[in-house]
T-cell receptor, first 108, second 111 residues
Framework: AQRVTQPEKLLSVFKGAPVELKCNYS??????LFWYVQYSRQRLQLLLRHISRESIKGFTADLNKGETSFHLKKPFAQEEDSAMYYC??????????FGTGTSLTVIP | ETGVTQSPTHLIKTRGQQVTLRCSSQSGHNTVSWYQQALGQGPQFIFQ???????GRGNFPPRFSGLQFPNYSSELNVNALLLGDSALYLC??????????FGEGSRLTVL
């Protein structure tokens, strides 16, 4: 069965420090991984997807099939990065399997 | 372009009652999916609709049902409400498969 694990419910870092939000997955097929973000008082929105291999707002994520991980990283955290982050595994169509989320707080 | 809108934003029901939640998809999107988000959890897939037909379902009982209309708007119906149905219900639209655009959700409390 598919599974997405985000081991940290809460993560605090200082402004300017590197940040890494962990995501591990379990899936028998070829995985498509996404990161969704929810800023305060805003709706859930896509941050990035592994297929596009892009950097959004300074964040990157590399799919590591050997370690079955898709960690989200940013070298220098900003206060506006404080939000709830969800790792999601795309199954089919609009069906995604979401992790339980990590709440990131960037301390000024 | 209008985003995904959901109604109502909040509602309170009692056990055994039925509820209907509504969603207007983003302009141009033909696929609508519904997710349930319990407190402290990530969104959990309920089902999706494409061209007015259900074409994918998560691990939810039949008392969770839905509709999609010709204008791609959608309804989620839940019968025989249980306390455990209390959650935030999210609607998301997309063009076929791809990025999900979420609404702000309908928060259901079952007493």
């Amino acid at each position: 069965a598919q599974r997405v694990t985000q081991p940290e419910k809460l993560l605090s870092v200082f402004k300017g420090a590197p940040v890494e939000l962990k995501c591990n997955y379990s899936y028998s097929g070829s995985p498509e991984l996404f990161w969704y973000v929810q800023y305060s008082r805003q709706r859930l929105q896509l941050l990035l997807r592994h297929i596009s291999r892009e950097s959004i707002k300074g964040f990157t994520a590399d799919l590591n099939k050997g370690e079955t991980s898709f960690h989200l990283k940013k070298p220098f955290a900003q206060e506006e990065d404080s939000a709830m982050y969800y790792c999601a595994l795309h199954l089919t169509g609009n069906q995604f399997y979401f992790g339980t989320g990590t709440s990131l707080t960037v301390i000024p | 372009e209008t985003g995904v809108t959901q109604s109502p934003t909040h509602l309170i029901k009692t056990r055994g009652q039925q509820v209907t939640l509504r969603c207007s998809s983003q302009s141009g999107h033909n696929t609508v999916s519904w997710y349930q988000q319990a407190l402290g959890q990530g969104p959990q897939f309920i089902f999706q609709y494409y061209r007015e037909e259900e074409n994918g379902r998560g691990n939810f009982p039949p008392r969770f049902s839905g509709l999609q209309f010709p204008n791609y708007s959608s309804e989620l119906n839940v019968n025989a409400l249980l306390l455990g149905d209390s959650a935030l219900y999210l609607c998301a639209s997309s063009w076929a498969t791809g990025e999900l655009f979420f609404g702000e959700g309908s928060r259901l409390t079952v007493l």
